[in-house]
């Protein structure tokens, strides 16, 4: 069994894919837009959104995440979740925190955890919640 995360950006995913391309280094699997959906029933494609991105896959390291426009509407309220980066060092953790907190908020500085030697939170320029995580100590 395998959860992928499906994430709507609200008019926001194609901007949100090149940024993860730059910062996490990410690559698109699959991309539909709109436009390209052969039997879009009436109301089923957001007035103007005919280059919107309507599906995409884009993996990041060993994940998928699914991602799409949505409907459109300019507010995705990403609440409730976040998704979590396992870095393979402290200095990875450090360039990945910095990489995705850029024209975010940063929630919980990067720092030793009793339960990491590297863990911090923040919401990225698009406001999907990410914690970045290294080397979680062993439980006992």
């Not at 709109?34 to 280059?51: I, L, N, T």
């Not at 976040?82 to 929630?107: C, N, P, W, Y």
Request: aromatic letters at 10%; hydrophobic letters at 45%.
């Amino acid at each position: 069994m395998n959860i992928q995360p499906y994430v709507f950006f609200e008019g926001r995913a194609e901007e949100a894919i090149e940024f993860y391309k730059k910062t996490l280094d990410a690559k698109v699997e699959m991309l539909l837009r709109f436009k390209e959906c052969p039997d879009s029933q009436p109301g089923s494609v957001p007035p103007g959104a005919a280059e919107k991105i309507m599906h995409a896959a884009v993996k990041i390291g060993d994940s998928t995440v699914l991602m799409s426009d949505g409907h459109c509407s300019g507010n995705a309220p990403f609440q409730g979740f976040s998704l979590t980066i396992q870095a393979g060092s402290d200095a990875e953790a450090k360039k990945l925190f910095d990489a995705l907190s850029v024209g975010g908020q940063v929630r919980m500085p990067l720092g030793k955890t009793f339960f990491a030697s590297a863990f911090g939170m923040l919401a990225d320029k698009f406001g999907m919640g990410w914690m970045v995580i290294a080397s979680p100590m062993e439980s006992k």
